[in-house]
């Protein structure tokens, strides 16, 4: 078993986007974009810890500037249209007495932007930003690929399969939804091991229908890699937090309360 480490987990809570319930999972009715009945609220959050070793922030959540900054095509699909400014990851950070500047390592899951939008706060920064090899290559590949040009102008680590970023905090290898996708383990003192799935489970009806909707790149990858995330899970009898779960959501702890 990892050995746990005294440090404290927040889970930020970011706001959410509106969304095409066909985009993670099956739709009643072929995937019409109908808010009656099949618009959702999809839930987006980023981790701080608080480790020994310095600070660390698990992805960076929506950017504030989505209005402006993203494609028409997109804005249409997922808007961020459930955030205030209260809900923007630099608020969130400023609730606990941080800034972006304060941040020691930034890891990303993976770089959609729901989960990577504010990246470019930490152009030219100290943090160091680490991001799976795989999901760097394909952003270099893909001339359209959305935040393309403020992704590439971040200078990143790059890592190749599963990782220990610090003590008794790793990364796992969950690719399927993107080829870089990552999950997060934090071995806890106190509140034992959490798993942070990311995209690699959407909700928990993703578990129970192993259907990855429309937004995935390999759905036999995706589906292997939600089989590893729910093994570990039951091996370590591991708390498992989904990417975008609204009522999973409200039985979290979010910051300014931990898990430590």
């Not at 091991?193 to 928990?204: E, G, Q, R, V, W």
């Not at 390999?218 to 708390?239: F, I, P, Q, Y």
């Amino acid at each position: 078993m990892p050995t746990a480490i005294d440090m404290k987990v927040y889970i930020l809570a970011c706001g959410a986007l509106g969304m095409e319930r066909r985009l993670l999972l099956p739709s009643a009715n072929g995937g019409s974009a109908s808010r009656d009945s099949e618009w959702i609220e999809c839930p987006v959050h980023a981790v701080l810890i608080e480790h020994p070793q310095g600070l660390m922030l698990w992805d960076c959540a929506v950017s504030p500037g989505w209005q402006s900054e993203w494609g028409e095509e997109q804005k249409r699909l997922m808007p961020y249209e459930f955030a205030s400014t209260a809900d923007h990851l630099t608020s969130q950070l400023a609730n606990l007495g941080y800034s972006p500047a304060d941040i020691d390592l930034l890891v990303l899951s993976h770089f959609h932007v729901d989960h990577a939008g504010n990246v470019g706060l930490f152009r030219d920064s100290a943090t160091r930003l680490i991001v799976q090899e795989a999901e760097l290559a394909s952003v270099v590949a893909d001339s359209n690929y959305p935040a393309r040009a403020a992704i590439l102008a971040c200078e990143f680590t790059t890592i190749r399969g599963d990782h220990e970023i610090l003590p008794g905090v790793r990364v796992l290898s969950t690719p399927g939804h993107t080829p870089g996708l990552m999950s997060l383990v934090v071995d806890l003192a106190n509140d034992g091991p959490i798993i942070f799935a990311s995209d690699a489970i959407y909700l928990s009806e993703s578990i129970e229908t192993r259907n990855f909707g429309a937004a995935v790149w390999n759905g036999e990858e995706w589906a292997s890699s939600l089989d590893r995330v729910v093994g570990l899970a039951e091996k370590l009898n591991a708390r498992l937090v989904f990417g975008h779960d609204a009522e999973q959501r409200r039985t979290l702890r979010h910051s300014p309360d931990f898990y430590s």
